[in-house]
């Protein structure tokens, strides 16, 4: 049985095939198009699956939609009239592209897949609790999602069993962790939907002076983690913008330009705001756990990406086990429409076990490339490479990462969800205090207070973090080892304000140890990925050290890259030292020219002539 899942229309649409519940191939539609987060249906993403898969329209069973657009625009008509008549402009703006388009997916969706297989739409929080639960590697857990907001619910909980689950307790809109989270991400001057994880990195460089201000006039939170928000404070009802005046006021002045400069207290809100975040998610899962019985937790839902909410929640051990769906936002709406209508729908049978991650793996499900392809390509861009085999060319790229060189790594099928996994990375030395801002300042084009994540190999991951159990998704933030500190600067961190913390060396591994000795781990096994497990232990016999700088394969503003086309441009672009596609070496220095023609286009790539 073959079923094409979809989400799109909010932000990060994607497509995903299962075949008896099975992933077969999955992407979101912003790798194709290059437009970060692209909301638009997502027919290049569906093309790509389709042909992964061998599968034309004609031969799926089922096509799945990530949520019910009909309530969602209940939702929307019933918000404005109960805050009209303000809210108009905001109104007139929504209404005509709903009954241009969205309430009219159906027949989208016929037009665009002409077949005659059944189209499902299950609720929004129903398709996240499957992607949670479903894709895990449990027989039974609870789960919890929670994001800004689907149709009318924000959060929910329940639990799986088997082949089914069921929703046991939700939350409703206007009330929404996911809002007030982007709420201050706009205060701060992030973009909502793109710079939440900004605002989860900058909150360690403040103190928490605002936790009571937030939790006196912003949010009613129950010790069973319900809660309710405090509207006189936020626009997004009816408005066009996510905050007012009042909430402007509470915090001291206006919301934050992109431009200018971060104040003190900036940092102290952003602290804040994570640390009301933090105690939420901890209340949420100690009240599931009650409810529920169950030991193991899923989560899923864009909250669910916020690395350090995850940790907290893994340090207070309220569950045994937990596993995080690794595009836990819209994006992974698409996989959890089509499990859910496999096993809820068609009641198939759920065999777990097979898979120690489940049968998300290690969330390689996008593009891949052969030798040949790259080779045509690199031929055709004039550039200059060495051909190696598997061993010389991971002992090749471990002594350039040795020398304090930065790697280009393009390998296998790209990762589906946020976080570069070990295929669309751009690595480097983790021991150099310089790393840090090279790669930001020079590389990314991005915020010098940003943090980099460690790939560190899983039998390895004690003596450096403190952490118990798997990461292999990149969502865990757990402490640096004390053995790894640096002490004697203990005290100076402490007196530092703001981003003079930057400055101050923290642990035997600066580049990815954050102002509050914390990183963001990806855990890495031979299961998960031969070769670059292979390449962390290359490393590790050259220099000691078990684990590498892991960032995503793009500048700032630009999705992760898809083609060797684009990772060619990124390196070409940036101070990347090395690239390595596939089995191919290229040294910067080696390059003569740039040539910026595509020998292969993405229409090529997905198969539409």
Known sequence: ?????????????????????????????????????????????????????????????????????????????????????????????????????????????????????????????????????????????????????????????????????????????????????????????????????????????????????????????????????????????????????KFEDLFGGPAKTEEASFENRHFDVARSIQEVLDLAMVRIARHVRKKTGERRLCLAGGVALNCVSNGRILKEKIFDDLWIQPASSDAGGALGAALYVYYQYYKKARVVGAYPCGIQKNSLWGPSFSDEEIEVFLKGAGASYQKLNGQELVA????????????????????????????????GDARSSKMQSVMNLKIKFRESFRPFAPSVLRERVGEYF???????????????????????????????????KLRILKSVIPAVTHVDYSARIQTVTETDDALYHSLLKAFEKLTGCPLLINTSFNVRGEPIVCTPTEAYACFMRTKIDVLVLGPFLLKKDAQTSFAAERPYSVEQLVGRD
């Open 1 to 245: 049985m073959k079923i094409l899942g979809l989400s799109a229309f909010y932000h990060d649409s994607a497509a995903c095939l299962i075949e008896d519940g099975r992933i077969v191939a999955a992407a979101q539609e912003e790798r194709f198009t290059r437009k970060k987060h692209d909301d638009a249906y997502p027919a290049r993403a569906v093309l790509y699956c389709l042909k992964e898969g061998g599968v034309t329209p004609e031969g799926l069973d089922a096509i799945a939609f990530y949520d019910k657009p009909i309530l969602k625009f209940d939702r929307i008509v019933k918000t404005h009239l109960m805050v009209a008549p303000r809210g108009v402009e905001s109104y007139l703006k929504a209404i005509p592209l709903w009954i241009n388009k969205k309430l009219y997916i159906h027949s989208l969706l016929r037009k665009e897949l002409p077949c005659r297989a059944p189209i499902f739409f299950p609720e929004h929080h129903q398709s996240h609790a499957a992607s949670a639960f479903f894709a895990s590697p449990f027989d039974r857990a609870a789960f919890v999602t929670v994001d800004g907001v689907g149709e009318w619910t924000t959060t929910s909980f329940g639990a799986g069993v088997g082949n089914r689950i069921d929703i046991l307790s939700e939350l409703h809109f206007p009330h929404s962790l996911g809002l007030l989270y982007s709420a201050f991400t706009h205060y701060l001057g992030f973009k909502i939907n793109s710079g939440e994880y900004k605002l989860m990195g900058l909150a360690p460089y403040g103190e928490p002076a605002y936790v009571k201000t937030i939790l006196d006039h912003l949010i009613d939170l129950k010790e069973d983690g319900s809660y309710r928000l405090n509207m006189a404070y936020f626009g997004y009802c009816g408005g066009l913008n996510a905050i007012n005046k």
């Open 396 to 427: 090749a790229t471990a002594r350039e990462l040795a020398d304090e060189k930065v790697v280009g790594w393009f390998q296998g099928r790209m990762e589906f969800g946020p976080r570069a996994l070990g295929a669309r990375s751009i690595l």
């Open 466 to 500: 403190e952490i118990e159990g798997d990461s292999p998704y990149m969502l865990m933030v757990a402490p640096v080892c004390s053995s790894k500190q640096v002490a004697s600067n203990e005290r100076a961190l402490k007196n530092a304000k703001g981003m003079e």
